[in-house]
């Protein structure tokens, strides 16, 4: 039998191409750069060998001068080593480029990178996942809250004030819903 398959169902599944496996596997591979069947055991490049796997994978080149990702495909006999110094020809290749962002919290040694960065929602300023909290950090925001809690303060303590009497007792209570008698008017009939 060529394509697979069983005697009573002949389109059922496939024989793995890989000369020393022949395994009829009924949910075959199909590889993108040979083109041809294999079972699970040999469905990646490296197992079968894959004489055109290089097509479709990707590489990535860090240049030491600068830290920049230079990605390249592998195809069409492009050099490593060529493509490092055509970077560092362009104008792309800035070694000031080099230095590694920190966290700027004191003794912190923390470099900052796209994983573990956060951005303060108050001050605006990048720091490590360690000091993502304001008050973990010298937040400006959190300088100037002391004086919103002392305006508050102050706001409480002359409410009792305002209301003539205390806030805590139960005949305030019942007295701040009705005017005083004496404070009543009368309206007139005309």
């Known amino acids: 039998m060529e394509g697979g398959g069983t005697e009573v169902f002949p389109d059922l599944g496939r024989h793995c191409q890989l000369p020393d496996c022949n395994q009829l596997d009924f949910l075959p ?11 699970l055991e040999h469905r990646s490049y490296k197992s079968h060998e894959c004489p ?5 994978s990707r590489k990535v080149i860090v240049c030491e001068r600068c830290s920049t990702a ?8 492009e050099d490593e080593k060529e493509m490092l110094e055509q970077h560092e020809r ?10 590694k962002h920190r966290c ?17 929602k108050s001050c605006q300023v990048k720091v490590c996942l360690k000091h993502r909290f304001p008050a973990d950090h010298a937040c400006k925001r959190i300088a100037t809250a002391p004086n919103a809690l002392s305006s508050r303060s102050r706001l409480l ?30 309206v007139e009939a005309f």
């Open 104 to 120: 700027p919290v004191r003794r912190c040694k923390e470099i900052l990178t796209f994983s573990n960065t956060a951005s303060c």
């Open 90 to 99: 362009s104008k792309d290749c800035d070694p000031s480029k080099l230095k």
């Open 157 to 186: 303590a002359a409410l009792p004030q305002r209301m003539g009497t205390d806030c805590g007792g139960k005949d305030a209570a019942h007295e701040s819903r009705r005017p005083p008698p004496n404070t009543l008017k009368s």
């Open 70 to 77: 230079i990605e390249t495909t592998g195809q069409y006999g």
């Open 52 to 56: 055109k796997s290089d097509q479709k």
């Open 29 to 39: 591979f199909t590889c993108d750069g040979c083109h041809q069947v294999f079972c």
